[in-house]
């Protein structure tokens, strides 16, 4: 259960790479979520994510990882939810980025992108259902972050990537979130192995054949793939981890650009 409160600003410079004391990388507490407020947040750079109300003053690293696909992930990112909870704006200290020149493609990964074809947009509703299943370890769309996504999706900022098999049957898929040149990777799932990371390669791809941002070519590969934090799984793909305050200026020069999701499918 998650107990409402009044939003509760902790870090007012996001600029800064000092850490509250006790807080770690949570830098706002309370308030609600909505679609509007998502999409300021990431433009922020800041990301909401219930924590446990015990741990909120103790939490360090939230662990989620952003696109990590839970069923990959040792990490998790919900909190028990047999404990109080309360919604936390997370700005991590050390930022998870996947630089698009960066993309480690396996064999084994590039044999899967070979067996499946990957839709954008054409199934949206099922993707999020899928990350949002209460059944997998690591869930944490609750019920206003669905809504928030669908309204997001509804007025084309969110999309999603959808891994499929030889018959059209969804595997796999993952949901983002796209400001100008800022790619806010949220959650991915498979049914398949290497369903969810075959979408990952389809959504990178996308995103390089874009007009590159010059000020993120040498960190972040021409746009700015957020995964909030590096966790194994997500290194072994590729991501890396900058300061906040190194997010903070590359956050600025990815908003500037023009969207190549929302541009490609209209």
Not at 41 to 53: C, D, K, L, N, Q
Not at 100 to 105: A, G, Q, S, T, W
Not at 197 to 202: D, G, I, R
């Amino acid at each position: 259960m998650r107990i409402e409160m009044p939003l509760t600003t902790i870090v007012e410079d996001l600029k800064s790479d000092v850490e509250v004391e006790s807080y770690g990388d949570i830098v706002a507490l309370g308030g609600v979520v909505t679609a509007e407020s998502v999409l300021s947040a990431y433009a922020r750079g800041i990301f909401p994510m219930t924590v446990g109300i015990a741990t909120a003053a103790q939490s360090g690293d939230g662990g989620q990882g952003g696109v990590e696909d839970a069923d990959d992930a040792d990490a998790g990112g919900h909190a028990d939810t047999e404990m109080p909870e309360v919604l936390a704006w997370w700005s991590p200290i050390e930022r998870g980025i996947l630089p698009l020149h960066r993309l480690r493609i396996s064999r084994s990964l590039a044999k899967s992108c070979r067996r499946y074809h990957v839709t954008v947009d054409e199934s949206f509703d099922e993707v999020l259902d899928a990350c949002a299943d209460p059944n997998r370890e690591g869930t944490w769309i609750q019920p206003d972050f669905h809504a928030a996504y669908l309204e997001m999706f509804q007025s084309g900022y969110a999309h999603s990537f959808e891994t499929r098999d030889s018959s059209g049957r969804l595997v796999g898929g993952l949901i983002c979130v796209e400001q100008g040149g800022l790619i806010n990777g949220d959650s991915m799932f498979h049914r398949e192995r290497d369903a969810s990371k075959v979408a990952l390669v389809a959504l990178v791809r996308r995103l390089r054949s874009a007009q590159p941002v010059a000020a993120l070519n040498d960190h972040a590969g021409g746009r700015l793939l957020d995964v909030q934090w590096v966790t194994e799984h997500l290194a072994s793909l590729g991501a890396v981890s900058v300061p906040r305050s190194s997010y903070i200026s590359m956050l600025e020069h990815a908003r500037a650009a023009a969207p190549v999701l929302t541009a490609s499918i209209a």
